[in-house]
């Protein structure tokens, strides 16, 4: 099978069906600034591994011959492809070898591992693991499983593409991110028979861009490596497959920045009670960069995944609060002295402000003998509040100036 077509994404249905979580369309009300925008969330961070990955990885792996089962799988993967296919390996019981790059979240690394396959951890990113796993199937004569240059995969993917037309049947928007292809090429494919009512748009980072390069070109091309917070998203090119059907079935793409990710993860938490990793925000973040897309309505953003590093996640909640002026960091530098730290916080504590976390510098060149710097994190309303608590910590004597909590 060369190509793929809907028929193909019905069979996939009936494949994976029992084995997959069919995940819901949730309403997201009362949108920032538009309120009365129709917008759903398909919440493909649900699924059984935290990515609708698991759809392609349990529809390929189905159809091996009982040679290539023998002979075991392997795969490269940032994180959630691995864990798709290490998931179907335990469960068909499957020898699986997963090659993920380096950098890959500690987290996915794992979740991968404690689904039994065998991880290795080689490359820079997921193009130089990919490289890798290719040398591996070739000299152990292991199947190689693709994450998206592959018929069986796409259909797979495409079975979320079926569920948003059974939930939403007048939808009018699917945003989805765009990594290699396969989930927006498959979503196409089972909407394709609403083409004209219904727009397919996809997301990728300012930092890999490569589909909307390949559309300039006519041609898949190959980005340089670049790390981006949507590492689910960080492959260098498209695959040929996916490109043919993306160009003749995407209406628009559109490339976020890493700061915008950042924000539609926090959003996505406190707004909608959702989990998302950078890839799954990505059609969020697109949405709030380009709120005209809302026109288009009724919009369904599919949250690919949601499988975040709980240490990225506490920076980019941390990140999001500063943003909306709930956390001011505040530094004072004074002298050494005992009682001084206790009375600082006391006069924080005066001025309704929460202290979150306190550090101490005494080491640094730039200090005085006998001097030491406080870096403190405190807790506010918003913005007004956090500016008369820096106001008042000047007024009671302390040299209190705020610290920016990184790169706008």
Known sequence: MSQVGLKDIQKARREIQGRVVRTPLIPFFGWPGKPEAQ????????QRTGSFKVRGAFNRMAHLTPGEVARGVITASAGNHAQGVAL?????????????????????????RALGAKVVLKGRDYQ?????AQRVAAAEGLVFIHPYEDPLIIAGQGTVGLEILEDLPDVGTVIAGVGGGGLLSGIALALAERRKKTRIIGVQPKATGNLLA???????????????LADGLATR???????SLLKKRVDQVFE?????IATAVFFLL??????????????????????ELLDHGPVVAVISGGNIDPFLLDSLLWRGLASQGRVLRVLTVFADRPGMLAGLLKDVAS??????????ERESPFLNPGEVAVEVEIEVRDREHARAVLAGLKKHGWSARSVPFGPS
């Open 237 to 243: 090119h498209v695959g040929d497959l996916t490109f």
């Open 39 to 46: 917008v759903f969330l398909k919440l493909e961070n649900l």
């Open 256 to 260: 976020v920045s890493e700061s915008e």
């Open 128 to 132: 130089e693991a990919y490289e890798e």
């Open 270 to 291: 406190e707004k909608a009670r959702v989990l998302a990793e950078g890839s799954g925000a990505a059609p969020v973040a697109a949405l709030m960069a380009h709120p």
């Open 351 to 360: 001025l309704d402000g929460n202290v979150v976390r306190v550090r101490h």
């Open 88 to 112: 179907a390996a335990k469960e068909m019981g499957i020898r699986a070898t997963i090659i993920m790059p380096e950098p890959a979240s500690p987290a996915k690394v794992a979740g991968t």
């Open 214 to 228: 390949a559309l300039m070109a006519g041609k898949p091309v190959t980005v340089g490596p670049s790390p981006t």
